[in-house]
């Protein structure tokens, strides 16, 4: 470890926490449909989508409504980009002459982009014209993002509102986020990429003249429009099949610490917003507060371990830490702080393979994404995951001192308390039941490239990423197959709308609730103790999935009778 290291670390955390609240404002506009700079605009372009399809921004719906519309909507895009990926063969824009995507395949990544996990088992630039890409792909990686922030937007009217039936309109809450928040920041993040190096053409590729003289066709496509939204919507699949380690995708380090700093913006905003919208600002700090004491000890014992190297390298007189499968211009503090930064927040873009990492190294990411993709998390997703357990820290709080639990003026009763298990739930009995099943079925064996712990690690890997919607992978495992396209397909189905509607339940339960203001027998939800109970409740329910996987590798190898055993 160096000081350099340690000042980027701190650098980057630093510069989070002053873009926390200018983020947040703007995002507490659009929570309340308020004007902004851009409505001079962009307001024409908003009414005319109203006015098109009929919809008047001002109807509230109820929540099984909004969660209705919501699954209909992702629903029809998922089969929008299935049937692209499965005609691009004879649709425009195919300068490779690339064939179509095979069924199961076009399944898995219609799923996998629809909830914004980005998981790819394919090579981008081989396997995805620019049509596939750009309408397939990309169109998720607003619209799939808006829609996180809309049900982060629905739940902070829970909290708010007061005795009302309704908590906003899906279709507002999309157009909004997306018009005045996804579209002009990722323009000019686009515009930044492409001064830096990026490339955004349709060209199929350019041709190279090697040091020896051989000629290389090098892909290329509009990178740089994709490179953003990825990033800012923590959506992270990537391109090239390298993803953010290829030049293209993330050519210095300044990119990669603009890069870093974009996969967290939304998440840490929408912490200031939530404050805001309950009217105490310090609520949104406590949960900011929180997710950096997490966030922070994962990057410090990362580093630490990634810096320390491979003790057996060491003994062969090869002293340094562990540069394997990094990138040098990032080097290993930039590595690792990516990793720990694209799985803290579900997004799933990666610069180096974690597949490379020492064990501790290579835990960090894998915890991250065990704890439920909430130490920030994706946007929107991140903030209405960790509220779900705020809601059972205040009620484990509320049965330590003989009341019933309230946080931020609403009354937490029994039918949320059991939602929010119910959302939580899901975590852990997809990751280690899909898990548990590949490691002893002839078709799940068949995936790993290494035997023992290494090998269950990378199939336990697929499966925390798939569920939390992440999208990054532990590399190793051949995922393009009729299984783990499959399985992958139904985790991250089941990791994204099985907890989405829970979340919309308790947002209508709570909206339809008197306000109740703190006493003096009420637990505090803003100080230093509430912000440990916090970590305390989330690394202990992390550790349902966590612990019983340390032990399913033996199981496994015990129960394993065909195709091999991956012990």
Known sequence: MTLTGWALIALFVALLAALAKPIGMWLHALYEGRRTPLHAVLGPVERGFYHLS???????????????????????LLLLTYAIL??????????????????????????????????????????????????????????SAATGIAIAFALFRGFARREA?????????????????????????????IASGVPQTFDAMAVATTVEGAQQNIALGPVASQEAIKMLG???????????????????????????????????????T?????????????????????????????????????PNLHALGVPGGNMEGKEVRFGIVGSILFAAVTTAASCGAVNAMHDSFTALGGLVPLFNMQLGEVVVGGVGAGIYGFLLFAILAVFVAGL????????????????EVKLAVLAIA???????????????MPDGLAGPLNKGPHGFTEILYAFASGTGNNGSAFAG?????????GLLGLAMWLGRFFVIVPVLAIAGSLAAKKYTPASTGSFPTTGGLWVGLLVGIILILGGLTFLPSLALGPIADHLAMAGGQLF
């Not at 919208?277 to 922070?296: E, N, Y």
Request: aromatic content about 12%; proline content about 4%; some cysteine.
């Open 400 to 415: 330590m001192v003989g009341r019933t639990p309230e946080y931020a003026g609403k009354k937490i009763e029994a039918r």
């Open 426 to 440: 899901i975590a852990p009995l997809c990751i280690l039941g899909l898990t548990a099943l590949s490691a002893v």
């Open 274 to 310: 939530f404050g805001k919208a309950v009217g105490d600002t310090r609520q949104g700090w406590t949960i900011l507060a929180a997710m950096a004491i997490l966030f922070i000890a994962g990057v410090a014992i990362a580093y630490w371990a990634e810096a320390a190297g491979n």
């Open 165 to 193: 039936k309704g908590v906003g309109n899906f279709w507002a809450d999309m157009t909004r986020v997306t018009l005045y928040l996804l579209l002009p920041i990722c323009v000019v993040y686009s515009i930044y990429l």
């Open 86 to 143: 499965r005609l691009q063969a004879v649709l425009p824009m195919n300068p490779r002459g690339l064939a179509a995507v095979g069924p199961d395949g076009a399944m898995n990544a219609a799923i996998s982009f629809s909830t914004n996990t980005n998981w790819q088992w394919y090579a981008g630039e081989v396997a995805m014209t620019n049509l596939s890409q750009m309408l397939g792909l990309a169109i998720h990686n607003f619209l």
């Open 477 to 485: 495992l051949t995922a393009g197959t009729p299984w783990y396209n």
């Open 54 to 76: 009929g919809i008047d921004p001002n109807e509230e719906q109820s929540w099984r409504r909004y969660a209705l519309h919501m699954i209909l909507f992702n629903l029809a």
């Open 234 to 272: 923590t959506n992270g699949g990537g391109f090239f099949n390298a993803n953010s380690a290829h030049p293209f995708e993330n050519p210095t380090a300044v990119t990669n610490l603009v890069q870093m700093l974009s996969i967290f913006l939304i998440g840490v905003g929408l912490t200031w």
